[in-house]
């Protein structure tokens, strides 16, 4: 074989062997404006996508189809408005600061707590959440509009309310409780500013900002909620559960029959050393059932408080009185509230009568 013919198959090599190919494209990829062509533009900024899957980029409402109202309240992150929509029909709308959020670390809490609302918010005694979005700068949620004000409101005006009342407002709240521990949610932040009353008086439960999926059975360590109503666990610093919704319930029992509540600010600190101070004694006003409910509720101990619906239906406060009422909402806090309040001003006029015509004479 001659010289010219070898050289001839030898440059045929790289070619059967795919060599040349590959350096073509080798050569036509390395080129800076075809490496340039080939990236792909990120859809959304940064701070939009560490909000998703739950807050959508677009929503079928949006904040200009809403007409402000007035403000309801401010808070850490924003502002609560009530608006109405193009029927006119009426919603509260959160609107909050991603950049605070972040600055905050908050993404995680903002995320869980639409979630958790949208999700449970088909329960009678539990807020709907029925839109959020974002924008580049803000967070958008729209929840239904409760007219009622707060349950702390109804307790400043009427201070101590009478026991057949304070059944209908635990046991609404109560229901409510057990539905989130059994959806795997702990709220945690169970007070009489966070339940307001709707038109015919039911209880609503709002703010989801510091509730969590927590399975049931299962502890979280998160030091948060409100002093006067958080349980000692929490104030020791020490992990815990479901039950620590269960002693603010107490709380708020105790508050609604005494007219006050049990434990003062200068009572309570967040302390491993924190000893907790003896419950105080319901009136003498109120029944041996009364007291004994908050002495179950108000337990030190997580695993001796009372910590259950099925519980709490059996104990003698609770005797003869219809749970399936309640949830069905066949009976209302406010009109029983209405009628004793009556009949309470009627006897003290009649009181006072009396005692000026006794005078008189």
């Not at 677009?58 to 402000?68: G, M, R, S």
């Not at 700068?137 to 929840?143: E, G, P």
């Not at 219809?322 to 066949?330: A, G, M, N």
Request: net charge positive.
């Amino acid at each position: 074989m001659s010289t010219r013919s070898k050289s001839s198959v030898g440059s045929c090599i790289p070619e059967l062997l795919g060599f040349n190919a590959f350096r073509r494209r080798s050569n036509k990829y390395n080129k800076s404006e075809d490496f340039g062509s080939s990236k792909t533009p990120w859809p959304v900024s940064f701070i939009e996508s560490i909000f998703f899957p739950e807050f959508k980029k677009k929503c079928h409402v949006t904040a200009l189809e809403f007409q402000v109202v007035e403000t309801i309240s401010k808070g850490a992150f924003g502002k609560v408005s009530k608006v109405i929509d193009s029927e006119g029909k009426e919603y509260a709308l959160k609107i909050l600061s991603k950049a605070q959020i972040i600055a905050d670390n908050a993404i995680k809490q903002v995320k869980d707590e639409v979630m958790i609302q949208s999700m449970c918010g088909h329960h009678p005694f539990i807020v709907n959440c029925p839109f959020f979005w974002q924008s580049k700068k803000q967070l958008f949620i729209v929840s239904t509009f409760i007219p009622g004000g707060e349950l702390l409101r109804l307790w400043n005006n009427y201070g101590p309310l009478p026991e057949e009342v304070v059944k209908i407002i635990i046991a609404e709240i109560a229901l409510a409780l057990d539905f989130l521990h059994n959806a795997g949610v702990i709220y945690r932040d169970l007070k009489l500013e966070n339940i307001l009353l709707d038109a015919d008086g039911h209880v609503q439960i709002i703010d989801f900002g510091l509730a969590k999926w927590l399975k049931y059975g299962s502890r979280t360590n998160t030091m948060c909620g409100t002093l006067q109503y958080m349980a000692p666990e929490i104030l020791r610093m020490k992990p815990y559960n479901h039950s620590v919704d269960w002693w603010s319930l107490g709380v708020i029992c105790f508050s609604l029959l005494q007219g006050s509540l049990p434990f003062d600010d200068s009572e309570v600190s967040m302390s491993p050393e924190y000893e907790p101070v003896e419950v105080p004694r319901l009136g003498a006003n109120c029944s041996p059932a009364a007291k004994d409910l908050i002495g179950r509720l108000l337990t030190t101990d997580p695993e001796i408080r009372l910590h259950t619906l099925y519980r709490l239906q059996g104990v003698s406060f609770f005797h003869k009185f219809s749970f399936k009422d309640v949830q069905e909402k066949k009976i209302s806090s406010v009109e029983l509230l209405k009628s004793w309040s009556s009949t309470r001003t009627s006897a003290i006029s009649q009181q006072t009568a009396s005692s000026l015509n006794g005078k008189e004479v």
